[in-house]
């Protein structure tokens, strides 16, 4: 059962990464982007990796797609047409996808018992974190403790995140008002001429 929800999850991921490529409209691009997000969230819940679940779908489908569409709001809603060639950027993907390959080819298999976390890491986390955190739950324990940089950094992120969003909102609410106000004196004068 939990194969075939991978595969189907994975089908889903590659079906909508193809239909964020060939759209044309930005601002669908940005909502499938968003999905595209929550289907990866999905597949990390099912991979039991709840924690990069949370961060995925708080900062790739939340955040990111709220900077994007305050990106909109000051450009353009549709692609403008490319001036070259495709290839090239598609050589640069495929020769990235084979390296990322490659370099998974050393990785143990998904839940190996022989794999170095379960063997050394894991272990140590269970018999140390009661002791020295005192904290009952273990992920908890290695989120807030151990790996409590990592999570400064990562709320950092979302925070600057956050802050980039009001900026661009403020910004965009100042444009709107100034436009208001030209469009206001243009017919203004109009009319006094």
Do not use: C, Q
Not at 35 to 64: K, M, Y
Not at 174 to 192: I, K, L, N, P, T
């Amino acid at each position: 059962m939990e194969t075939f929800i991978n595969i189907a999850l994975f089908t889903m991921l590659v079906l909508t990464a193809v239909f964020i490529v060939r759209m044309r409209r930005l601002f669908a691009a940005v909502m499938t982007a968003g999905v595209f997000s929550l289907l990866s969230a999905l597949l990390f819940v099912v991979l039991d990796a709840v924690d990069v679940a949370f961060t995925e779908a708080a900062v790739g489908a939340g955040i990111s797609t709220v900077l994007m569409l305050g990106t909109l709001a000051l450009t353009s809603r549709v692609e403008k047409p490319s001036s070259h060639s495709p290839l090239l950027p598609l050589f640069v993907v495929a020769m990235t996808g084979a390296a990322l390959l490659y370099g998974t080819l050393d990785m143990p298999n998904f839940g190996d018992p022989n794999a170095p976390a379960s063997m050394h890491v894991a272990p140590d986390y269970l018999s140390r974190s009661p002791e020295e955190i005192g904290v009952p739950n273990v992920v908890t324990a290695i989120l807030a403790s151990y790996r409590g940089y990592d999570t400064l950094g990562e709320t950092a992120v979302v925070f600057t995140a956050g802050i980039a969003v009001m900026m661009l909102i403020a910004g965009l609410r100042g444009r709107r008002e100034d436009d208001e106000v030209d469009r206001e004196d243009h017919a203004r004068s109009e009319g006094e001429a």
